[in-house]
């Protein structure tokens, strides 16, 4: 019984269609914009002390 009910599932479904980008996705993108940000904010607090990125 569920064995139909699985394929039935999988002949509904669009073969042209993509998938829309849902919450999860936006929330990818916020959680991106906030790392860059806190790094960013990082490297201006750490410039105060002199900080520089050492060429070795």
């Known amino acids: 019984m569920a064995r139909q009910r699985r394929d039935l599932a999988v002949e509904q479904l669009p073969v042209d269609e993509k998938p829309k980008a849902g919450v ?24 105060r002390y002199g900080w520089a990125l050492s060429s070795q």
């Open 24 to 47: 999860y996705v936006g929330l990818l993108f916020v959680s991106t914009g906030a790392l860059v940000t806190g790094i960013i904010f990082l490297v201006m607090v750490l410039n």
